[in-house]
């Protein structure tokens, strides 16, 4: 099958997976999310098994997609990249879920690192334009953080310690630069310490 009709049948996956649900807060179609992590992994020259990868990230957390659906439809090693981008139970902790996952990302497969690095990216670019967005309409930026169970420093040290699990990986280039970048202007924007990672 060619690459770019297993692109499109990720993209179809992925939104009937999604369909109906909204990013946090929010009135934007969590299905917006996958896409452009999607367009930060092929922007930076990663291959459509990665894109895929990136469109996938979420179905096994987030929906009622199970690991079968995704290895029949795309193959083992598609499956074992987003299941290693996947939490574990929702019912942990917050802190320790995030652990969890740090954990799992220093072991990940190749395949995962760059949805990874892209879905942390565009999760910190959306929490600076929403924050901006509430300044322009003259709103508390509070409304915006009530959407999250953590404060803002906490999730700024959160994303320093995925970047720190990616390094451990070995994982480096463009997108490397730019989480790099990401966290740095979200930290410098909420008045965080750029190195923390203690979360």
């Known amino acids: 099958m060619h690459p770019y009709r297993r692109l499109d049948q990720a993209i179809l996956f992925a939104e009937r997976a999604h369909r109906g649900q909204m990013r946090k807060g929010t009135d934007n179609p969590y299905f917006s999310h996958v896409v452009a992590v999607s367009m930060i992994v092929l922007s930076h020259g990663h291959g459509v098994d990665h ?50 996952y740090c954990d799992q990302i220093r072991v990940a497969s190749d395949l995962a690192l760059p949805t990874c690095a892209a879905d942390k990216i565009h999760n910190l670019r959306s929490l600076l334009w929403d924050l901006d967005q509430a300044r322009i309409e003259d709103l ?4 915006v953080w009530r959407r999250f169970k953590r404060p ?48």
């Open 51 to 100: 894109a895929i990868v990136a469109l996938l990230h979420d179905v096994l957390e987030d929906t009622p997609v199970d690991r079968d659906e995704i290895e029949e439809a795309f193959g083992p090693e598609i499956t074992r990249a987003v299941a290693d981008l996947s939490e574990p139970d929702k019912k942990m902790p917050w802190e320790k879920r995030k652990r969890v």
């Open 140 to 143: 508390p930026t509070t409304d």
């Open 152 to 199: 803002p420093h906490t999730m700024a040290a959160y994303h320093r310690a995925v970047q720190m699990a990616l390094d451990a990986r070995g994982f480096t280039g463009s997108l490397m630069d730019e989480l790099e970048q990401a966290i740095r202007r979200f930290a410098a924007a909420v008045g965080a310490d750029p190195a923390e990672f203690r979360f």
